[in-house]
């Protein structure tokens, strides 16, 4: 059957207290609305409709940038308002339609499954028990243990709050007959709202049969607060880590690592404590992070050494076995095999043949307050300690750069390269000077 969803994304977040749009804040790097959709794409859900407030042009764009229609809530009038405001842009679907919220990360595709598959021919909710029920919606089960109807907190008498069977916010049913209840929904409740938690209720009054599906605590979290992100944060590290370990990767100290959503660690990569991925990071069997490095759109080939304390940025391609060491950083350069850069060093916007060495202190001058230039070096060079290689400059094969140089001119292949002052020697001078020095103080 045609699956659809809506996930819900208009309301205020007043409770994070921030500029940004609640489902725009990032949970392992990607904003908690595009967890949300990842999930249901890979449940199998074809079209997506977000629903936004009036001026949220932030959620629409990112939204339609992820392939997902939108919809706009005029006023936030409440969960089961904002759902019939998709109504518009689903008008010519026929299937089954899922509702999420765009505030739950931690929800996973089989749990969208989960959703549809126990819907049958009825609807579903999905409900999950918690060890602190909070103020989230409580699920009250009738006689036989089948779904009764949703309550929500404040609604929710002293007996209601006292079940720890609480809403996630997941809910599954015909998407024309969804259309149908959710526009016989009022707001004669606490918070005067049209709660999308009401359904249920209406589905039964119609024949309708509501099937429960349960998940964990974890996945249901819903986030409200900045605390509340912390905590999604938390759980997603999780995650991640125990997920790219179960592949084989190593970690000493795993709490101490912190991943993005897209990392991509092969198996027997090697990754010491207290290092942090950026988004879009790759690295390859056999490779080592050492400890307090930190990565970002960086590819890392098989047998490198990174760290520790290093930085790789946007663009940083770290080829086989090629060591980055202490205080390095490198940017939007390409570093071929077996180069080695292992103390305090820029490499920015440059390309490093094989098994060049680069000396402590070399700094590509690649910034002149206007343009970027790039540096060319040569396989098998040799650049001096300090050298600073002032862009755009080729350093031949084989070449060798003097310490201290600043190099301004290409040097071509097996040359040395010298550019700095020329020393001065004058024998005895220091102990005259200190002799003098000394009469003057008696
Ligand atoms: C909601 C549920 C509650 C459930 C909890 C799970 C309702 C009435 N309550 O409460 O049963 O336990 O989620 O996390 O559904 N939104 C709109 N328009 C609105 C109001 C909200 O688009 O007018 C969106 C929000 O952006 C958010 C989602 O709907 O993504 C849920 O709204 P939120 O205010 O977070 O509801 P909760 O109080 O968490
Ligand atoms: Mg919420």
């Known amino acids: 059957m045609n699956r659809a969803a809506i996930i819900l994304a208009a309301g205020a977040g007043t409770r994070m207290k921030s500029a940004t749009a609640k489902v725009l804040h990032k949970v392992a790097g990607l904003p908690m609305l595009g967890h949300v959709i990842a999930g249901l794409k890979a449940a199998g859900v074809s079209r997506i409709v977000v629903v936004t407030a009036p001026d949220a042009d932030a959620v629409r764009d990112y939204a339609h940038a992820q392939g997902c229609q939108s919809a706009v809530q005029d006023k936030q009038l409440g969960t089961g308002h904002a759902a019939a405001a998709a109504g518009e842009s689903l008008k010519d679907f026929d299937g089954e339609l899922m509702i999420a919220y765009g505030d739950m990360p931690l929800m996973t595709a089989s749990t969208f499954e989960a ?24 699920v009250l089960l009738d006689a036989f243990g089948a779904l009764d109807r949703i309550v929500e907190f404040k609604d929710a008498s002293e007996a209601e709050r006292r079940t720890d069977l ?106 010491e404590p207290f290092v942090v991925f950026g988004p879009k990071v790759q690295v390859a069997s056999g490779a080592q992070i050492k400890s307090h490095s930190h990565l970002e759109g960086a590819q890392v080939a098989s047998g490198a050494i990174v760290g520790p304390f290093a930085r790789l940025r946007p663009g940083a391609v770290i080829g086989e076995s090629a060591h980055i060491g202490n205080f390095v950083e490198v940017k939007n350069s390409v570093i071929d095999k077996g180069v080695k850069a292992n103390h305090l060093t820029y490499l920015g916007d440059a390309h490093v ?40 400059v080729t350093v031949g094969a084989g070449a060798i750069t003097a310490a201290g140089s600043v190099i301004t001119k290409n040097v071509e292949a097996d040359a040395l390269a010298l550019a700095r002052g020329q020393q001065v020697e004058k024998p005895g001078w220091a102990k005259a000077f200190r002799n003098y020095k000394q009469k003057e103080k008696r």
């Open 115 to 138: 959703s549809f598959a126990a819907r049958g021919e009825g609807l579903a909710i999905v409900a999950f028990r918690a060890t602190d029920p909070g103020a989230y919606g409580r």
């Open 166 to 271: 609480c809403n996630a916010g997941v809910l599954t049913a015909d998407a024309r007959k969804f259309f149908a209840w959710a526009a016989k929904l009022d707001n004669k409740n606490a918070q005067g709202e049209f709660y999308l938690t009401d359904v249920p209720a209406l589905a039964k009054r119609d024949g309708a049969r509501c099937a429960v599906a349960t998940v964990t605590q974890t996945e249901a979290l819903g986030v409200n607060s900045r605390a509340e992100l912390a905590e999604a944060e938390r759980l997603m590290q999780n995650r991640l880590r125990a997920k790219a370990m179960a592949a084989g990767v190593g970690m000493i100290a795993p709490e101490t690592v912190f991943l993005s959503y897209d990392t991509v660690l092969d198996a027997d990569v090697m990754i």
């Open 353 to 392: 043949g094989a098994g060049a060495n680069i000396g402590a202190g070399t700094i590509t001058c690649n910034y002149d307050g206007y343009t970027k230039s790039h540096t060319e070096i040569g396989a098998g060079a040799f650049i001096g300690s300090d050298t600073s290689l002032v862009a755009p």
